[in-house]
């Protein structure tokens, strides 16, 4: 059974980091994509971040470059997602996700209706 936990989210002050963990169960995340959403009160779910993890290229939205990075550790099946700088506007509800079976190209990184697998999500909530 696919399985994907979240966790590290938490409330810290503008400019503060939190690095979020996707931990990742009953697959194997060498041949997947997995991507980063954020859900926003009142806000549509965008795409944040994602992993080509066979290729370990990595992909950003405009927001988050230069402030977010993306990893994986193959030995814990886990993908990372680094937030530092963080700013009020970053405050959502955080979700990992991975789509089966993986579409082919690029375009539709950050596209979550691609995706078919979604973790429980974390609360990241970014105020002074």
């Known amino acids: 059974q696919v399985q994907l936990v979240e966790s590290g989210g938490g409330l810290v002050q503008p400019g503060h980091s939190l690095r979020l963990s996707c931990a990742a169960s009953?697959?194997?995340?060498?041949?997947?994509?997995i991507g980063w959403f954020r859900q926003a009160p009142g806000k549509e779910r965008e795409g944040v971040s994602c992993?080509?993890?066979?290729?370990?290229?990595?992909h950003y939205v405009n927001s988050v470059k230069g402030r977010f990075t993306i990893s994986w550790d193959s030995a814990k099946n886990t993908v990372y997602l680094q937030m530092n700088s963080l700013k009020p506007e970053d405050t959502a509800v955080y979700y990992c996700?991975?789509?089966?079976?993986?579409?082919?190209?690029?375009?539709?990184?950050?596209?979550?209706?691609?995706?078919?697998?979604w973790g429980q999500g974390t609360q990241v909530t970014v105020s002074s």
């Open positions: 996700a991975a789509p089966s079976p993986r579409p082919d190209g690029s375009s539709w990184y950050f596209d979550f209706e691609y995706y078919d697998y």
């Open positions: 992993i080509s993890v066979g290729d370990s290229s990595t």
């Open positions: 009953g697959f194997t995340l060498g041949y997947y994509v």
